[in-house]
């Protein structure tokens, strides 16, 4: 039995069934409008909360530690590693990201579903270890040159250069082949459109059997009173 499938991670639907809380994975490549979607879906729906990865890349400007990642050394973050203090992690752009296990943990002993925004690389080190809890979906851009026009219009805020541009679109070639590791695909042609498809899939996956507990017990009483 994983961390995970412990008695207070169970949400009360009705009198006597419990819900199993859910990992709600969202990968995309960069300027698909994975932060978008997950931004909103966490405006609309109290019980779920972000799980805050840990990085070792350079803090931007506006960016709040332990509210957009939590910021720390490679040192800092080789030991956590070591310590098995990550659900998972992977080296991106030259830097370093990963899940702090301890956050998630505390989120789904309150009975709360969790949101993650990782890579596919993430992904698989999750599901290794909580398939039943895990839900993922990956996000794709409508078109390759609508990629290309999102991150060329996100680099003039963040300076990135014409090479980090080529070096995304390179990488996003990569993340896309991963797509069919995935639950669900959503192709973002409209965002308002991606967001409500998204949260489609939260809403149906939240009321799988699987996650009921105490369903049994609850159909016994329906038939005993017949």
């Not at 199993?20 to 300027?31: E, K, N």
């Not at 332990?66 to 830097?95: I, R, W």
């Not at 409508?142 to 250069?161: A, F, G, H, I, Y």
Request: aromatic share 8%; net charge neutral; proline share 3%.
């Amino acid at each position: 039995m994983t961390f995970f499938k412990i008695q207070s991670d169970w949400r009360i639907i009705l009198k006597g069934i419990r819900r199993r809380g859910l990992m709600y994975v969202m990968s995309s490549p960069s300027g698909a409008g994975k932060t978008t979607i997950t931004r909103s879906l966490l405006n609309n729906n109290g019980n779920l909360v972000i799980s805050v990865s840990a990085t070792t890349r350079k803090r931007r400007a506006g960016e709040v530690n332990t509210q957009d990642y939590y910021f720390v050394s490679p040192d800092e973050f080789g030991k956590m590693v070591d310590n098995g203090e990550m659900l998972e992690h992977a080296k991106v752009f030259d830097n370093y990201y990963g899940t702090p296990r301890a956050p998630v943990e505390k989120a789904l002993s309150e009975g709360k579903d969790v949101i993650f925004d990782i890579d596919w690389q993430g992904t698989q080190q999750l599901s290794e270890m909580a398939r039943e809890d895990l839900v993922t979906v990956f996000i794709l851009p409508p078109t390759r040159s609508e990629l290309e026009k999102r991150l060329r219009s996100r680099s003039r805020d963040t300076l990135e250069s014409e090479a980090d541009i080529r070096g995304r679109m390179t990488k996003a070639a990569d993340e896309m082949s991963h797509y069919t590791e995935y639950d669900y695909v959503i192709i973002n042609h409209d965002i308002d459109e991606a967001i409500a498809k998204a949260q489609t899939i939260l809403d149906a996956e939240r009321i799988k059997r699987r996650r009921m507990v105490g369903l049994s017990d609850f159909v016994r009483g329906l038939k005993d009173g017949l």
